[in-house]
């Protein structure tokens, strides 16, 4: 497509991004390749492809599928990447990326309110490399702080879990370049359809597809999305972790993201419903959603967020205790961890995220004892609405 044409949006590049035309076999629908590896037609073949005279193809399946791939191109169509890598899980892709990009001496700033286990990767696996970690404030300026001469990555969410903190990634950026330190953005809870962080100038995104990429609740994936040659070298070393999803899942990835943008709407603007009502009902003590005029993040979260997503974190009066008897008294969403699928779930991160950590503990990295997380589904809005009114009644209720 040439630059004056108009770009498709979210909705068309999520149906037709990254597809062929017409397939070679013809069928609609991407065919799932069950191989584990694929044979030459010769020795002589062989070595055109060795000699690099043609191109390679997929040899054995830890390198390449090609059911993985129609995915890996929809999923850099939806990012605008020049390239994306999936792998098994969204762990499996931070971890193989972080591998990728640091060594012993070098310098990794990450921010608080981050994915649990990205923390402790970084505190507890990465540090015994020989890897310097600095976890810092989910602000750009605390980032910015951060950064050393031997600083070589920067890790943030966008927003971030469970606070839904939105850095301003242009000043971040600014500074990263300047010192020539990679940008990575997991991106997860933004999902392309509200925000491209590759166009805000981040290096790499990085999805937990298991949430609202994959949205049914019924697969594990991560994908990286960037540059041919980052995303290449970190292909390289997915190759030695061998972290590689299964070609059935990237069917059900492939399908899934073909509503991606209907769903995310929807969930927008539920969830933008759900954090009004909780803000204005007595029971709670103070609601978390980016595009709520309460967020400490809002005006950056409008200048960079089309929408708000569809997780809304929130306190009630009467903390841990009558968090629990709000998600009990719920009856749509279900307890469950996890987000960003068709079904709504709730949860309280300190009783089920962060259950090992003491209360101190739980404080010391800002997680407070009442928080509930709600991940708003596709179900009715007026459904969902009755449903947390009726819960948080019940709680407001003395007795
Ligand atoms: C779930 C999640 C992950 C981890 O992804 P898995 O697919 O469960 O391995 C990483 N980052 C964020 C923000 C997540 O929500």
Redesign the pocket.
Known sequence: MSDDEPRPGPSTVAVHGGEPRVRPDRSLTTPVVHASAYPFESTAELREYMEGRRERPAEYGRYGNPTVERAEAKLAALEGGEAAVLMA???AA?TTTLLAMLKQGQHLVLTRDA?R??RVLARQVLARYGVAVDIVEPTAQAVIEAMRDDTRVVLT?APT?PYLRVLDLGAVVAEARRRRIKTII?A??ATPVNMRPLEHGVDLVIH?A??YLGGHNDL?A?VVVGRAPIVEAIREHLGITGAVLDPHNAYLLLRGLKTLALRVRQQNASAARLAELLAEHPAVARVWYPLHPSHPDHEVARRYLAGGGGVVSFELHGGLAAGTRLVDALQIPKLAPS?GGVESLVEQPALMSFYELSPAEREAIGIAEGLVRLSVGIEEPDDLEADLRRALDAVARPG
């Open positions: 899980s969204g762990m931070i994915y286990k990205t969410e879990n997991d997860t809870f937990s298991t949430k594990l991560g987000l």
